[in-house]
């Protein structure tokens, strides 16, 4: 079993950044790919970037392509979301997510229902 606990949200201006991180625990944290979700009031749970567990391939929502990033640092078994230019829309808790796919794959998962580990969430909020 994966343990997963983000960190990092926060009341920001829109055009400001963030970095959300996600520590894992439990696992060899090599062996899963890894996402970030959100959730607005009211709204359901929507994908917002993934990446392989080997880190060779990754991919965003078009709403946050060019903005968001997502990378993972092996050695500190952590996750990170790196969020630019943050618009009001991004207003939501973000979540990240654990699925193991083995070690050296490069498939990126987009489904929440893809994932069996999820952490508690971060708030973001964005005023305008």
């Known amino acids: 079993q994966v343990q997963l606990a983000e960190s990092g949200g926060g009341l920001v201006q829109a055009g400001d950044s963030l970095r959300l991180s996600c520590t894992a625990s439990g696992r060899t944290f090599s062996n899963y790919a890894m996402g970030w979700f959100r959730q607005a009031p009211m709204k359901e749970r929507e994908f917002v970037a993934g990446i392989s567990s080997s880190a060779s391939d990754t991919d965003y929502a078009d709403s946050v392509k060019g903005r968001f990033t997502i990378s993972r640092d092996t050695a500190k078994n952590t996750l990170y979301l790196q969020m630019n230019n943050l618009k009001h829309e991004d207003t939501a808790d973000y979540y990240c997510?654990?699925?193991?796919?083995?070690?050296?794959?490069?498939?990126?998962?987009?489904?929440?229902?893809?994932?069996?580990?999820w952490g508690q969430g971060t708030q973001v909020t964005v005023s305008s």
């Open positions: 997510a654990a699925q193991n796919s083995g070690d050296g794959s490069s498939r990126v998962l987009f489904r929440t229902s893809e994932y069996d580990y």
